[in-house]
């Protein structure tokens, strides 16, 4: 009977530790998502909810620049240029109809370890605020992977929602549809 008692006593101190607790990725970037939704709220504007395929996105960008250093990020390199470059590939990858998706902002920002007031500042604090602060976006998926965060803005309308549609390859890319922000990061606050 004892034996019974310690096995249900460590179960019950087993199962929150293993299956109530998430990757500490998923904190980061929720605490982020939590931080820009209080800035917006400062400024009376609404929260940004979750958007789907902008999640995707935002996880996907955040891969692909894993290989590029905080460092060499300061100037765009042919490398992180070619990752944004990549965004038709990731947009089909992600259901996303870029035909149609004209409104959005791909913000990505390298911050050594992640550091959360840091990363927010980053969004807060620099040429990022003006698309914050745009009460025409509205959804939010937010990505990543070591040292870069990436947060990718939707808004409400057909043209900006990310909606999943039919996805034609184009030989060749005029005007990519997505406003991509090529400013990766600044380091003053």
């Known amino acids: ?33 939590q931080g820009i939704n209080s800035y917006r709220q400062s400024l009376s504007l609404p929260a940004l909810t979750k958007n789907k395929n902008a999640d995707c996105v935002a ?6 620049l894993d290989d590029q250093s905080c460092d060499a990020a300061a100037v765009p390199s042919q490398g992180t240029l070619a990752t944004l470059a990549n965004y038709p590939k ?11 998706t004209t409104e959005g902002v791909i913000m990505p920002v390298c911050v050594h370890k992640l550091v ?24 939010v998926g937010v990505g990543s992977k070591d040292d870069w965060m990436v947060v990718v803005l939707t ?5 900006g929602s990310f909606a999943s549609g039919a996805w034609k390859v184009p ?16 380091w003053t606050v």
Do not use: H
């Not at 808004?155 to 043209?159: G, H, M, Q």
């Open 155 to 159: 808004s409400n309308t057909l043209s």
């Open 90 to 100: 990731v947009a089909s990858k992600c259901n996303i109809n870029i035909n149609t």
């Open 59 to 64: 996880d996907q960008l955040a891969e692909d």
């Open 116 to 139: 959360p007031t840091l990363v927010l500042t980053n969004y807060t604090r620099t040429y990022y605020a003006k698309y914050l602060n745009a009460s025409k976006f509205t959804g």
């Open 1 to 33: 009977m004892a034996s019974l008692k310690i096995s249900l006593f460590l179960l019950l101190l087993v199962y929150p530790i293993f299956f109530l607790s998430r990757p500490a990725l998923c904190d980061d970037e929720d605490n982020l998502l």
């Open 171 to 186: 030989e060749k890319i005029v005007g990519l549809g997505v406003v991509v922000v090529l400013g990766w990061f600044i």
